[in-house]
Every structure is written in C-alpha cells, then in structure tokens.
Nanobody, 124 residues
Framework: QVQLVESGGGLVQAGGSLRLSCAAS????????MGWFRQAPGEEREFVAA????????YYADSVKGRFTISRDNAKNTVYLQMNSLNPEDTAVYYC?????????????????WGQGTQVTVSS
C-alpha cells in the first residue's frame, strides 16, 4: 500500500500562511483520491480538503473554503495543502490520506492509508 509522509507544519501567526507537503511512496498519487484531515486535541479528526485521482475535482470543508488550496505534483508524487489567512482555530495535527479512486472524498472512513501527521500551530 502507498506510504505517506507529511511535512511543512510549524508555528505561524494569525493571518499568515503555511504550505504542507505529503510525499507518497509505494504508489502514485495519480491513482488515488488524496485528502487532508486535521485533528485538534480532544476533537475528532475532520475533513479539510481532497483532490480526485484525476486531479480534476477538488473538495473543501466549509471552514477552509477560500483560504486553503489542495494541489498535486505527479512528477514529485506529492500533494500539497496551501493554507492562507490562518487563524487559531486552524491549530491541529494535519494528516494526509489516500483512498481508492471511487472514494467519497469527504468521508474519513473511505481512506485506506494515512501519514503520521504534522503539527500546525497558529498563534494570535
């Protein structure tokens, strides 16, 4: 199965930007639905963004629409999450996930492979 490693997390001030990367190995990102989820302490892991296997469709949680952008670089076998206008509510561990082509992108249980997560902390 595909293996995923997230990077790019860190500390940023409110209103700032951050770009997360998800490097895949053992499989091509073009063969999967790729998603980003996040989990804050004491809360459930929630959907953030996803891109279809073809790259033609993207999906976003209402809370991040207009601020976050998911993208993919097939040559680097990497997916990205560009996060702009960050606020303290975005503080969480962010996880990259891969699911089958037919996966319902916003459903957590549709994904088969998960990275270890990267911490994003937004200060006020």
């Amino acid at each position: 199965q595909v293996q995923l490693v997230e990077s790019g997390g860190g500390l940023v001030q409110a209103g700032g930007s951050l770009r997360l990367s998800c490097a895949a190995s053992g499989g091509s990102v073009s063969n999967y639905c790729m998603g980003w989820f996040r989990q804050a302490p004491g809360e459930e892991r929630e959907f953030v963004a996803a891109i279809s296997w073809s790259g033609t469709n993207t999906y976003y949680a209402d809370s991040v629409k207009g601020r976050f952008t998911i993208s993919r670089d097939n040559a680097k076998n990497t997916v990205y999450l560009q996060m702009n206008s960050l606020n303290p509510e975005d503080t969480a561990v962010y996880y990259c996930a891969a699911g089958p082509r037919w996966a319902r992108a916003m459903r957590r249980d549709e994904y088969n492979a998960w990275g270890q997560g990267t911490q994003v902390t937004v200060s006020s």
